[in-house]
């Protein structure tokens, strides 16, 4: 087996067992992320609906000369933004299988900053 495709299978499987255990609420969402190599997206999703309220991807960001903030943590704060929009303060946060270090924490870091209650 090659070791992309173990990985990501072992990243399935991480993700389906907090899955069993994060649900999203009208009253508090579901923040789930999801992260490629080159971008990360973020989702606020209500589960009891089936419905996503609120989604960004840092594809549509530029990225950010020497000092500045980094490309995941601008990317958490525009997603707070725009769910401070949609009258959105509290959320579970789902990290889809991911470790939380790096891009994952610099996601939620952002989130936090924006707003976000986690």
Do not use: C, W
């Not at 299978?9 to 649900?23: F, N, T, W």
């Not at 601008?74 to 401070?84: H, T």
Request: glycine letters at 12%.
């Amino acid at each position: 087996m090659k070791t992309a495709n173990k990985k990501n299978e072992s990243r399935i499987r991480r993700h389906k067992r907090i899955r069993a255990k994060v649900q999203g609420t009208a009253e508090r969402p579901r923040l789930s992320i999801y992260k490629s190599n080159r971008y990360i997206s973020g989702q606020i999703i209500d589960d009891e609906k089936g419905l996503t309220l609120v989604s960004f991807s840092s594809k549509t960001l530029k990225k950010g000369g020497k000092g500045e903030a980094s490309v995941p943590a601008q990317a958490g704060k525009e997603l707070a933004r725009l769910a401070k929009e949609k009258k959105v303060k509290r959320v579970v946060f789902d990290r889809g299988g991911f470790i939380y270090t790096g891009v994952v924490k610099a996601f939620a870091d952002g989130a936090r900053e924006g707003g976000l209650e986690f």
